[in-house]
């Protein structure tokens, strides 16, 4: 099973496992795609070194972490749709794309959000054709969909954040994850 970056910074379980052993056993399995989530805290603050949870990658940059996986990924032929789990770290589960307590979203609170997707389409767009997309936010439970002021309406925040990413690489697709039963 694939594990995400959104936690240490390198894919979880390197501790124990390889980065070469998850690509051996995406490839023995007929994977052709991996979703690859992400903290837009480890994308925005890439100086960051990973720590001994990390294997191979142990003090490495995020950023250097990140661009290898990414290599790796290509270099076994397998397709990558990056994925914002979570804002920040250590991980949290938000229900807004604009932080943990956050009731409403405005322009500033958001700013995190969209420079981490701007960071990364403008880093990975022409050099990493494996990239096919960006899922802009993972499970934005407490969000509105088409109802409720603006600072929660999901629709109207998915939209200005894919737009950014666009603007940056315009061949990604864009993901938007619903909000479950809450207003849509």
């Keep these: 099973v694939w ?13 124990s496992n390889t980065l070469q052993n998850y690509l051996d056993f995406l490839s023995a399995n007929g994977f052709n795609a991996v979703r690859l989530p992400l903290s837009a805290d480890w994308v925005n603050n890439g100086a960051r070194t990973v720590d001994s949870q990390c294997g191979e990658y142990s003090g490495q940059t995020f950023t250097a972490v990140l661009a290898d996986v990414l290599t790796r990924l290509r270099g076994a032929g397998l397709l990558v749709l990056l994925d914002m789990h979570t804002l920040s770290y250590p991980e949290a589960n ?13 322009s500033e609170s958001e700013a995190p959000l969209v420079s981490a997707w701007t960071s990364l389409a403008s880093s990975y767009c022409g050099t ?17 969909w088409g109802a409720g ?4 309406r999901w629709d109207l925040g998915a939209a200005r ?3 950014a990413v666009l603007a940056q690489c315009p061949n990604w697709l864009i993901f938007v994850q619903g909000v479950g039963s809450n207003s849509g």
Excluded: V
């Design 128 to 144: 990493h054709p494996n990239i096919i997309g960006a899922d802009l936010f993972h499970e934005p439970y407490t969000a509105t």
């Design 3 to 15: 594990m995400g970056m959104q936690a240490d910074g390198c894919p979880h379980d390197l501790s």
């Design 161 to 163: 954040i894919g737009n």
């Design 94 to 106: 938000e229900g807004l794309w604009c932080g943990e307590n956050a009731t409403e979203c405005t």
């Design 149 to 152: 002021s603006d600072g929660t």
